[in-house]
């Protein structure tokens, strides 16, 4: 695989199944030429995996069925590139847009009875954005900034566009369309030329203030919405309360306060009450690390957590209803397993190689959409197993480009560390008998994991004959919260250990590598730990420090997250922050390091890496500054295509001259 197929990294949106035995899916990857990510919805036969491609837009995403079979629903930008949503025959037919949002669609869910929509929009504030014709963003009123939480990593000042929940119906595809109307001659001198009137559906906005809504979903019956309230202060106290807003009118109700100490991500209702994936933030709304997603059952006013807290992690997935109870995903050692919670307790679905990105059910058979070492999205049934975890039959080839490109399949490893700790991770090989020139990578979070799907970071790079070598050490999510919780306060100790200790157990394991031409990267934490380690440890030739996290005490004031994420991963005493600071130790820097940051990244402010360049160049240390322009902190996962290449331009440019292969 080299930089350019990432055009075949094709992604599986979660399925929508009808009851005739198809699914829908929309299936996105970049295009290069369009500098853009491109996609449709394709309907994919449950009997045998053939597919036919239904829709013809640009962005076609998020599909959903009515519960009756007969339209699906879908996201697509309208005329003025807001996405909006659309419907159309589930037996075929044109789209028509349903819903005009001025601030655009950021959610939607269909009402039980399949007429409505519950929708989660954006309210943009009078005289920001396009609110105003001609009105250029210098141009605007100044912004009043009273709490910590301003600004949002891909979306800007939180403030200027607010969540709402809203209701609409849906619009019937075989209507008459709208026409144009044509100038009349009785038009000139008119002060109101008549309006032209539009059928889509006017939708009801049911929430204001400062507050904001998010994850609208509808109550069994249909008489209400629920919705996760954001309260204003939401970046010093996580905590989220639950709350019911009816349809017709009404005050909204809460079903859950914050004295739950939960911070909310997901809900869904049956007739009985609400399921929830949610963590335990604790009385201080802001105890967040290593803290697993957990399934809650709220009843009435009695709340019950039905997965375990330190070994089930449901960060990654979806709530999906069935009869007997709802499944869900669990993050865990690489994979991403279905579980079925119920009566009867926990029990795990899948146990194979694969990492499922969402789930459907059709009768008693179970659809997911997965990622697997050899492509980045496909959909298969769930089979049984004969005593535990079953495992994914795959239905379809969207990976087949990129396997026709040539994708490596690394070996997997479960290392001892020097206090006699496991570590697990992978090690890609290039073509050849060596010696190979090692790359080390660092995967951001820190509570998160390098999983088995496809990655390109280490396939383009084995293509340049590097070997890389990737690890979970301490920090990381999907190995139990005792895991995650080894470096809190104590950031660059155990986890520098693990991913060295993993380093030498896989040179040693592996003779074809060349120890003594090692690079290292990482991002967002990894571009924290990669600073940390070239401080303290200098065998490396060459680093690239990306969207780092490389100064605790600038970020409380500039990230999107500084209110809460140093005050929990570093502490507040000045003296142990600064003793987990790689701005503390550049000095100690020696190797040759690029630099790698987005322009409008705000999670990791584009200021971490110019302070830190600046002290690199300063003292001598040979360093590049490489700044991308429009990006944000998402740019390896969702840039710009185009830029997306450059980047491995750069980064094979940059270990092409100090580790050549």
């Avoid at 197929?5 to 094709?10: Q, R």
């Avoid at 519960?67 to 996201?75: Q, S, Y």
């Avoid at 250990?497 to 592996?510: E, P, Q, R, T, W």
């Avoid at 790698?596 to 999670?603: F, I, S």
Wanted: net charge negative.
């Amino acid at each position: 695989m080299r930089a350019e197929h990432i055009e075949h990294l094709v992604e599986l949106s979660r399925p929508a199944v009808h009851p005739d035995g198809w699914a829908v899916v929309a299936a996105s990857r970049p295009d290069v030429d369009a500098n853009r990510t491109v996609g449709q919805l394709w309907r994919v036969s449950l009997a045998d995996g053939g597919r036919t491609r239904i829709t013809q837009g640009v962005s076609d995403s998020s599909p959903q069925l009515t519960p009756d079979g007969t339209r699906i629903l879908f996201v697509r930008a309208d005329a003025k590139g807001r996405p909006q949503v659309w419907v159309m025959p589930a037996d075929g037919g044109e789209p028509v847009q349903t819903t005009d949002a001025p601030g655009g669609v950021t959610g939607f869910r269909i009402s039980p009875d399949g007429a409505r929509l519950a929708l989660t929009v954006r309210e943009v504030e009078p005289g920001r954005g396009s609110t105003v014709e001609g009105l250029t963003p210098e141009a605007q009123s100044p912004r009043r900034i009273v709490d910590l939480h301003a600004q949002r990593n891909g979306v800007g000042y939180r403030i200027d566009a607010r969540s709402r929940v809203a209701v609409a119906d849906i619009l019937d595809p075989g209507l008459e369309p709208d026409y144009e109307r044509a100038p009349a001659p009785g038009d000139a001198g008119a002060e109101h030329p008549p309006t032209p009137t539009s059928r889509i559906p006017e939708a009801a906005t049911l929430t204001s203030g400062d507050v904001e809504h998010v994850g609208a979903v509808w109550s069994a019956d249909g008489t209400e919405v629920l919705a996760i309230r954001v309260d204003s202060d939401a970046r010093t106290d996580l905590r989220n309360p639950i709350v019911a807003i009816r349809v017709d009118g009404g005050e909204e109700r809460e079903l859950l306060g914050i004295d739950a100490n939960l911070s909310v991500a997901q809900i869904v209702a049956d007739a009985h009450g609400v399921w929830a994936i949610a963590q335990d933030v604790g009385e201080s709304g802001i105890d967040f690390v290593a803290r697993n997603a957990g399934l809650y059952r709220l009843v009435g006013s009695t709340l019950e957590r039905r997965t375990d807290e330190e070994t089930i992690d449901l960060a990654a997935g979806d709530l999906t209803l069935v009869d007997d109870g709802v499944l869900v995903q669990d993050t865990h050692r690489g994979r991403v397993h279905v579980l079925h919670v119920g009566v009867d307790g926990v029990t795990r679905l899948t146990g194979d190689a694969t990492e499922a990105t969402g789930v459907a059910v059709h009768g008693d058979r179970i659809v997911v959409t997965v990622q697997t070492p050899t492509s980045f999205g496909e959909l298969g049934l769930v089979e049984p197993g004969e005593d535990g975890p079953g495992g994914v039959r795959i239905l379809t080839d969207f990976g087949a480009a990129l396997q026709a490109a040539g994708v490596t399949v690394p070996t997997e490893h479960d290392l001892v560390a020097r206090d006699g700790s496991r570590v697990h991770g992978w090690v890609w090989l290039p073509e050849g008998e060596g010696p190979h020139p090692v790359l080390l990578n660092i995967h951001g979070g820190p509570f998160a994991q390098y999983g088995v799907h496809v990655f390109d970071e280490a396939q383009v790079a084995v293509d340049a004959g590097y070997a890389v070598v990737q690890c979970n050490p301490r920090g990381s999510a999907g190995y139990g919260r005792a895991h995650g919780l080894a470096i809190r306060q104590r950031m660059g100790t155990v986890d520098l250990h693990d991913v060295l200790d993993f380093l030498d157990g896989a040179l040693a394991a592996h003779p074809s590598l060349d120890g003594d031409r090692v690079g290292i990267m990482g991002g967002s934490y990894g571009g924290y730990l990669t600073a940390w380690t070239i401080a303290h440890e200098h065998r490396f030739r060459a680093a690239i420090v990306e969207r780092g996290f490389l100064d605790p005490e600038s970020f409380v004031g500039t990230s999107d997250i500084g209110s809460f994420f140093g005050d929990e991963y570093v502490g507040t005493d000045p003296e142990r922050v600064r003793a987990q600071s790689p701005m503390a130790v550049v000095s100690q820097v020696r190797t040759p390091t690029l630099v790698v940051h987005a322009e409008r990244d705000l999670r990791c402010p584009l200021e971490q890496a110019q302070r830190y360049f600046a002290a690199l160049h300063r003292q001598g240390t040979e360093a590049e500054l490489l700044v991308f322009p429009g990006e944000d902190h998402e740019l390896t996962r969702s840039g710009q295509p185009r830029h997306r290449i450059e980047r491995f331009a750069a980064v094979l440019d940059w270990f092409g001259r100090h580790i050549p292969a």
